[in-house]
């Protein structure tokens, strides 16, 4: 399969995510090489982020959490690419290097077409309400957790709990509509 060729940058956490990002695509690929980012990548990333604008991609853990906080504080218009914990896991160990090719490109394809529907403008929309989750099983049942894992998987905001999904779904513009659809794909 063919490489997807980004314009933006991509932050990832270390060289092993490197390694499997650029097997997934064509790309300026910055590590941030952990939680102790240095000046010296600060300096890069803020370069690439005026010049070509970045897609953060960390790893579906928490320091991973932390560290797309951290880039997003600094970065706020960064795109948002997430792999789901499932496909990151060999054994005990979780990153994004753990990753297939395939499952990289969708990640940031998945997460290019959300931004690129944001930055449009949309119209008005019917975003999702706590009532909505419950109503969809997406919160307050015994499964809600497994339910939500799915359909953030399906969606490509990465997992979150029942409040945090409402500000993704928002946050990425995707509507009510949206969400049913992808409920009903998954269940």
């Given at each position: 399969?063919?490489?997807?060729?980004?314009?933006?940058?991509?932050?990832?956490?270390?060289?092993?995510?490197?390694?499997?990002?650029?097997?997934?695509?064509?790309?300026l690929i910055i590590p941030t090489h952990g939680y102790g980012i240095s000046a010296e990548t600060w300096k890069i990333a803020?370069?690439?982020?005026?010049?070509?604008?970045?897609?953060?991609?960390?790893?579906?853990?928490?320091?991973?959490?932390?560290?797309?906080?951290?880039?997003?504080?600094?970065?706020?218009?960064?795109?948002?690419?997430?792999?789901?914990?499932?496909?990151?896991?060999?054994?005990?160990?979780?990153?994004?290097?753990?990753?297939?090719?395939?499952?990289?490109?969708?990640?940031?394809?998945?997460?290019?077409?959300?931004?690129?529907?944001?930055?449009?403008?949309?119209?008005?929309?019917?975003?999702?309400?706590?009532?909505?989750?419950?109503?969809?099983?997406?919160?307050?049942?015994?499964?809600?957790?497994?339910?939500?894992?799915?359909?953030?998987?399906?969606?490509?905001?990465?997992?979150?709990?029942?409040?945090?999904?409402?500000?993704?779904?928002?946050?990425?513009?995707?509507?009510?509509?949206?969400?049913?659809?992808?409920?009903?794909?998954?269940?």
């Amino acid at each position: 399969m063919e490489k997807l060729k980004l314009s933006r940058a991509v932050i990832v956490e270390g060289r092993d995510d490197v390694r499997a990002v650029s097997e997934a695509c064509d790309a300026l690929i910055i590590p941030t090489h952990g939680y102790g980012i240095s000046a010296e990548t600060w300096k890069i990333a803020e370069k690439a982020y005026k010049e070509k604008g970045l897609i953060i991609l960390t790893d579906p853990d928490h320091a991973g959490a932390e560290i797309r906080k951290r880039m997003t504080e600094k970065f706020p218009d960064s795109v948002q690419a997430y792999i789901d914990r499932g496909d990151a896991t060999d054994g005990s160990d979780i990153g994004v290097e753990n990753a297939s090719p395939e499952t990289i490109r969708e990640a940031l394809e998945k997460a290019l077409a959300l931004a690129g529907r944001k930055e449009e403008g949309a119209e008005e929309k019917t975003y999702a309400t706590m009532k909505d989750l419950s109503l969809l099983g997406l919160a307050g049942e015994p499964d809600s957790s497994e339910k939500r894992a799915l359909v953030c998987r399906e969606l490509g905001i990465g997992y979150a709990n029942a409040s945090a999904m409402i500000k993704k779904l928002k946050g990425f513009g995707i509507d009510l509509d949206e969400l049913k659809k992808a409920v009903e794909k998954c269940t």
